[in-house]
């Protein structure tokens, strides 16, 4: 059984079937890219996935745990971690006190067992740990907000692993970067795949190519296909739907 299903999803906006019967797995290990021309419902989808909008039928499971009824937070404490297109960091704490956040709210009541010193040094370590994760070390005093973007990017990936998620959902990771920074952030991706599956949503095709397991093609709300980078890349119903482009662009 895949680690997360998307069974038969529905989402309706008055007349506009924005969710139109997906389904989707996402398998241990695997980097699974979506995506689709703009308004595909995209955005829809993983707002369902991730417990900001309710489904008007289907079941979203992950490690065979139904998520459909559980609020956002539960989801999170599943195992089922996003990254935010607009990022959730304080911009005027520092890098270290937006990581010592995370740390703590994904503790919880652990933390009870330990004595204040012992809870506050594990939190630190724990902390250090994460932004050596995504090559921050170096800045963990500095402000967050007076980071380049693609640092505040890196930074919300590591507020997100803070969850220790099995699935993380990276919604448009690459947006706004140049072509250094996609760099980095694709090398940061490749380098979370052993310890949990990604589903991503990007508009960078060069960085879903060289990420993507699987890409599945969304158009209308519905599943148009699913398969390889080079079954997508050569599929003549794929091409037509982004006709006009030279190469595949979401
Ligand atoms: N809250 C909403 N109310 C009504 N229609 C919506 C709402 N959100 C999205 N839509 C519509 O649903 C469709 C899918 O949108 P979206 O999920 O944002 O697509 P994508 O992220 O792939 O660009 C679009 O036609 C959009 O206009
Ligand atoms: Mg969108």
């Known amino acids: 059984m895949s680690l997360f299903q998307v069974q038969g999803?529905?989402?309706?906006?008055?007349?506009?079937?924005?969710?139109?019967?997906?389904?989707?797995?996402?398998?241990?290990?695997?980097?699974?890219?979506?995506?689709?021309?703009?308004?595909?419902?995209?955005?829809?989808?993983?707002?369902?996935?991730?417990?900001?909008?309710?489904?008007?039928a289907g079941r979203i499971l992950l490690n065979g745990l139904d998520l459909t009824p559980l609020p956002?937070?539960?989801?999170?404490?599943?195992?089922?971690?996003?990254?935010?297109?607009?990022?959730?960091?304080?911009?005027?704490?520092?890098?270290?006190?937006?990581?010592?956040?995370?740390?703590?709210?994904?503790?919880?009541?652990?933390?009870?067992?330990w004595r204040a010193r012992d809870s506050e040094s594990m939190l630190y370590t724990q902390a250090h740990a994460l932004a050596e994760r995504v090559g921050m070390q170096n800045v963990l005093d500095k402000t967050s907000g007076s980071l380049p973007h693609g640092a505040q990017r890196k930074l919300d990936v590591a507020l997100a692993l803070a969850a220790s998620p099995s699935l993380l959902l990276?919604?448009?990771?690459?947006?706004?970067?140049?072509?250094v920074e996609s760099a980095?952030?694709?090398?940061?991706?490749?380098?979370?795949?052993?310890?949990?599956?990604?589903?991503l949503i990007e508009h960078d095709m060069d960085a879903v190519f060289r990420l993507a397991d699987r890409i599945t093609v969304l158009v209308y709300g519905k599943?148009?296909?699913?398969?390889?980078?080079?079954?997508?890349?050569?599929?003549?119903?794929?091409q037509a739907v982004y006709l006009g482009n030279e190469e595949i662009a979401a």
């Open 72 to 113: 956002a937070h539960q989801r999170v404490a599943a195992g089922l971690s996003r990254c935010f297109q607009v990022t959730r960091i304080f911009p005027k704490a520092t890098v270290q006190d937006n990581l010592l956040l995370a740390v703590q709210a994904h503790a919880g009541s652990s933390l009870l067992f």
């Open 170 to 179: 990276l919604d448009e990771p690459m947006a706004g970067m140049g072509p």
């Open 223 to 238: 599943v148009l296909t699913s398969g390889t980078a080079e079954q997508i890349r050569n599929d003549a119903q794929v």
């Open 184 to 199: 980095q952030m694709v090398e940061l991706i490749e380098s979370l795949r052993a310890d949990m599956a990604i589903l």
């Open 9 to 56: 999803l529905v989402k309706r906006f008055a007349g506009l079937l924005a969710t139109d019967h997906v389904d989707l797995t996402v398998d241990q290990g695997e980097v699974h890219a979506l995506i689709g021309p703009n308004g595909a419902g995209k955005t829809t989808l993983v707002n369902q996935i991730s417990g900001l909008l309710k489904p008007d």
